[in-house]
């Protein structure tokens, strides 16, 4: 069984930088691939970022230049960290798993305004 619990959304102005923390449990996290959603209202849910096992990362061209992925595999977490952010990028953004089935975060809230 996996959980993944999101943290380190916020309010921050155009510009600004965060760091979005997913926590996870289970045995397979160190070894599966985890990426990072985000659904603004109204809108699909869309990939932004990629972390593999072996830590090869990909990355939305939204969001290229702007974030990293990373991951802390002694605390069993992977990190977004978000800079120059832009209104647009204003979403819930979920951390998520594939193995054997989807895994999903609670979401956490990411608002880019002035």
């Known amino acids: 069984q996996v959980q993944l619990v999101e943290s380190g959304g916020g309010l921050v102005q155009p510009g600004g930088s965060l760091r979005l923390s997913c926590a996870g449990s289970?045995?397979?996290?160190?070894?599966?691939?985890v990426d990072w959603y985000r659904q603004a209202p109204g809108k699909e849910r869309d990939l932004v970022a990629v972390?593999?096992?072996?830590?090869?990362?990909n990355y939305a061209d939204f969001v290229k230049g702007r974030f990293t992925i990373s991951r802390d595999k002694a605390k069993k977490a992977v990190y977004l960290q978000m800079n120059s952010l832009k209104p647009e990028d204003t979403a819930v953004y979920y951390c998520?798993?594939?193995?054997?089935?989807?895994?999903w975060g609670q979401g956490t809230q990411v608002t880019v305004s002035s």
């Open positions: 998520h798993i594939k193995f054997l089935k989807d895994y």
């Open positions: 289970g045995d397979v996290f160190n070894v599966a691939t």
């Open positions: 972390i593999t096992g072996g830590d090869v990362t």
